[in-house]
């Protein structure tokens, strides 16, 4: 018989611990558990948060938790076109939601943004949303659910929301800072990569769980349409490495027309040329955080690169170049915690222009250069999926040495990753359950299924 490591046991007992009860039934998991320190809205159930412990769930053989979630945030989801600028646009999914009693009877509130710190509309849950359905429905077969009228409904409303109307050139998604797990202004406004790739795994899933009638055909075509572009954007024009730096280098500018070489009209004079020649090994490369008019952002986004390579965005030498990128920037990316957020950290001027000065966000902390132990689950299925496992191994061994003598913390803090976030939450929900993920995922391939996408199109 094979025991459960002490350490796998604790973990799922802290899970356990955070499932969130609704009319008693089970909904989902709230964002952290720390005895210590002030809630705010940690005792909430986010959207993004909860797919890491759903995942958990499905592949455990809890997949009614993930069920009542998804059928319960679909009921949270503005159903009706909004003229009304206060209330949320229709099809947005909440960032997170908890459970209210008034006289005796419960009901869920949900947060759309109107009550977070700066106002920041959760634009990934939606996408989040979608992943997680494709997930569910991978794991339990259950198409009656996904094919019934409210959720074709749903899905529908997050297709438009995403794809109908723009104000916008590229295939990209349009979004404004904070729009993602970086929900405090980051200098992340225009088409972050983070958000890309979870738009682009949206787009898949939503390909994959549209009922193919003919109320759904419009939206399939736009799907149709839009993903090769999507891809063919993102793999061109984000992608870094020494041969892409050094076209960058010697672009013309001011070029009009559709001949134009630096389509987005990059100065030479903003890209960190003498930095990232050194940094970047011969055989990697990785997807650049933001592209706009005259702008790359060439920092190193984690969750967007990892996902772009789960997803199938990147294509195969990409995705291989991300991992040896990884490997060779070990000391940078990894160090004492798995992993970087973002790298390097906006310091000096950068930071006070880009993030408005905000303390939480000083240099090499919390989102700005910190360590973020959820991050460990992605980095396993994208080294699993590319066969190097062997990076995954030792991401999990490094993590395993602190997360629970740390009582399992939200972020770390420092260039290296050793301090405990200054002001990490402990009992972190995403902490757990993204190290309880990566465990499975190393240890049975089959699970990939959940989270990843095979290349676009599929073959027949
Ligand atoms: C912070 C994080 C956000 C997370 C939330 C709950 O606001 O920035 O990504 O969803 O905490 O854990």
């Known amino acids: 018989m094979i025991t459960e490591e002490p350490l796998v046991k604790e973990a799922w007992q802290a899970l356990e611990n955070s499932i969130i009860y609704y009319q008693e039934r089970p909904v989902g998991t709230i964002a952290a558990r720390d005895p210590d320190v002030q809630a705010l809205n940690y005792d909430q159930c986010f959207i993004r948060d909860f797919v890491s412990s759903a995942i958990v769930f499905l592949l455990k053989g809890r997949s009614e938790i993930v069920r009542n979630f998804l059928e319960e945030t679909l009921k949270l989801q503005p159903k009706e076109r909004q003229l009304n600028s206060s209330k949320p646009g229709r099809g947005l999914m909440p960032a997170s939601f908890k459970v209210e009693s008034i006289n005796g009877k419960e009901r869920?509130?949900?947060?759309?943004?109107?009550h977070a710190i700066a106002r920041v509309a959760p634009v990934d849950s939606c996408l989040w949303w979608m992943i997680l359905l494709r997930a569910?429905?991978?794991c339990t077969k259950d198409t009656k659910l996904v094919y019934r009228e409210d959720f074709q409904e749903g899905i529908r409303l997050i297709m438009e929301l995403c794809l109908v109307a723009r104000f916008d050139?590229?295939?990209?998604?349009l979004v404004p800072d904070g729009a993602s797990m970086i929900d405090r202004r980051m200098g992340l406004y225009g088409h972050p990569l983070d958000i890309q790739s979870l738009f682009y795994a949206a787009l898949r899933a939503g390909g994959e769980l549209l009922f193919p009638n003919q109320d759904n055909q419009y939206l399939i075509k736009a799907i149709r349409s839009r993903l090769p572009a999507l891809i063919e954007h993102i793999r061109e024009n984000y992608w870094l490495d020494t041969h892409r730096l050094n076209v960058i280098y010697r672009y013309k500018v001011e070029e009009y027309g559709e001949e134009a070489l630096n389509k987005f009209n990059i100065y030479s004079d903003s890209i960190p040329f003498h930095k990232l020649t050194e940094w970047l090994p011969e055989d990697g490369g990785y997807l650049a955080g933001n592209l706009g008019p005259s702008q790359i952002d060439c920092r190193f986004f984690s969750q967007g690169n990892l996902m772009a390579i789960v997803s199938s965005l990147t294509n195969k030498q990409q995705s291989l170049g991300i991992l040896n990128l990884i490997e060779t920037r070990?000391?940078?990316l990894v160090g004492d915690m798995p992993m970087k957020l973002c790298f390097p950290a906006l310091e000096d001027l950068e930071w006070k222009i880009?993030?408005?000065?905000?303390?939480k966000n000083r240099p090499w902390s919390y989102h700005n250069g910190g360590s973020w132990p959820v991050l460990i689950w992605m980095l396993a299925a994208a080294a699993q999926k590319m066969g190097r496992i062997d990076l995954a191994h030792r991401a999990i061994n490094i993590a395993e040495k602190r997360l629970n003598t740390d009582q399992w913390p939200e972020y770390y803090d420092g260039k290296n990753g050793r301090l405990i976030g200054?002001?990490?939450?402990?009992?972190?929900?995403w902490t757990?359950?993204?190290y309880l993920l990566a465990k499975e995922l190393i240890n049975n391939p089959n699970h990939l299924k959940l989270v990843c996408f095979g290349?676009?199109?599929e073959a027949m």
């Open 108 to 114: 869920l509130k949900a947060d759309f943004g109107e």
């Open 136 to 138: 569910y429905v991978n």
């Open 169 to 173: 050139m590229y295939p990209t998604l």
């Open 330 to 332: 070990w000391e940078d």
């Open 354 to 359: 880009l993030t408005g000065c905000d303390p």
């Open 422 to 429: 200054k002001e990490a939450r402990r009992y972190q929900t």
């Open 432 to 434: 757990i359950a993204g």
């Open 455 to 457: 290349e676009y199109p």
